[in-house]
């Protein structure tokens, strides 16, 4: 059978030029806010408006996503949030832009991001067979990519941001979700999706949704994972949308360093991600589930409370993000083993509606603490619950089960409790 390798390049190309533009964002909304406000507290209601609709976007777009087409909807989304990033520039350049209607473009911008990314991952397997390539290797490639991006995006954007402002960032990202759009359109055909999702009908909206959550809810070891992964995004959020621009722009110098810090961790990241997609089949499971996240977890929010030189922090994000680069590929080999082929865009959708639920939290929570007990103080709390959190699978209950299956244990791909969407372009 010759191989195809459009449709996978399509989506890796796509995968990372989106993300890129995510990180430009990154780095440039936080401090635009704290450059117009002055306040951490605001910058943490931009940050909990931008993480909201992502939540909102995974638990009730992935539906849809099965229903209209992964392909397509990967565009879709490409294009609505390009728009609505391209506005606040636009805006601000010639009516003006109130905080309010920033929140409300923010808001917008990220409620198809996640289907966007969930229809590109429910596609993986199909690019992945046409090009002859193993799927955890492809799975390795796919989150190099969004590494990848944090590697490129963020440094770059820290300079962007010093040398033009942060409005200007903002209008490169809105270019990136047009290219997303157009790699998409031109490289993967219409034909590519599950082919056991062909003839399987749809059973209305509600029904499809219900069947994903009850689809999640038998599953103890996903449950854990998505409990797990909620507790420390939320850490996570307080670091990357607040505590980290805070103290940059105190301490280090400003966006550059800020930049520099999130490509740290993102260059450690890809590094870590490629390591794992040559010898994590040969790893224990549990053991490096619980490692990666120890080391990844922790370090940065005490680094950045020490308060040492801006090269010691960068090295403790590198190593951190060597450790995380395990993360999300051994996550995502536990997804394709337990989900059904016809399910995946709204389990997947739920699975990251619930990882990210706590994030506008998280966010909020960290700009008021801040305000309140300061930054030093909170990052050594967010650090030492981020630590306690991530040692929980050492005491075993569904987490015995985190292990790679024999053959004879593999769940047929095409098995769905319940009838599910097309999925069909």
Request: hydrophobic letters at 55%.
């Amino acid at each position: 059978m010759s191989r195809r390798w459009g449709p996978l390049a399509g989506l890796l190309a796509a995968h990372t030029v989106s993300l890129t533009g995510n990180m430009l964002t990154l780095i440039a909304l936080p401090l635009y806010v704290l450059a117009e406000t002055g306040s951490p507290a605001a910058t943490g209601l931009a940050g909990a408006f931008a993480t909201a609709p992502v939540v909102l976007g995974g638990a009730f777009g992935g539906v849809l996503v099965d229903r209209i087409g992964y392909r397509r909807a990967s565009v879709l989304a490409d294009l609505v949030s390009g728009v609505t990033v391209a506005a606040v520039p636009l805006l601000h350049a010639t009516v003006g832009l109130p905080f309010p209607a920033l929140l409300g473009l923010v808001f917008v911008s990220g409620l198809l991001d996640t289907p966007g990314q969930t229809a590109r991952i429910a596609l993986l397997p199909e690019a992945a067979t046409a090009a002859g390539v193993p799927i955890e290797r492809a799975i390795g490639w796919f989150e190099a990519t969004e590494r990848g991006a944090r590697l490129i995006g963020a440094p770059v954007a820290g300079l962007l941001v010093s040398a033009l402002g942060a409005l200007p960032v903002l209008a490169v990202d809105a270019v990136t979700f047009a290219v997303s759009a157009l790699a998409v359109a031109v490289l993967v055909p219409a034909s590519l999706r599950p082919s056991a999702a062909a003839d399987v009908p749809s059973a209305g909206y509600w029904r499809d949704f219900a069947a994903g959550l009850r689809f999640l809810a038998r599953e103890p070891l996903l449950r854990a994972m998505v409990l797990l992964v909620l507790v420390t995004n939320l850490f996570d959020a307080t670091k990357s949308n607040v505590l980290m621009p805070v103290v940059a722009a105190r301490d280090l110098g400003g966006a550059a360093a800020f930049g520099l810090l999130v490509g740290a961790m993102g260059g450690g990241a890809l590094v870590g991600s490629l390591v794992f997609s040559a010898v994590g089949h040969r790893l224990p499971r549990r053991a490096t589930f619980v490692t990666a996240f120890a080391v990844a977890g922790a370090p940065p929010f005490w680094a950045l409370a020490a308060a040492p030189p801006l090269p010691v922090i960068a090295a403790v994000c590198v190593v951190s993000g060597l450790a995380a680069g395990a993360i999300n590929p051994l996550i995502g080999a536990v997804k394709l083993e337990r989900v059904p082929a016809t399910m995946r865009a709204r389990v997947y959708g739920v699975i990251g509606a619930g990882a990210w639920a706590a994030m506008p939290v998280g966010a909020l929570g960290a700009g008021l603490a801040a305000d309140r007990f300061g930054t030093t103080a909170t990052l050594v709390a967010v650090g030492a619950g981020y630590l306690l959190v991530v040692l929980t699978p050492l005491l075993g209950g569904p987490w015995r089960d985190l292990r790679r299956p024999a053959p004879a244990e593999q769940p047929e791909p095409a098995r769905s409790p319940t009838p599910a969407a097309t999925g069909a372009e």
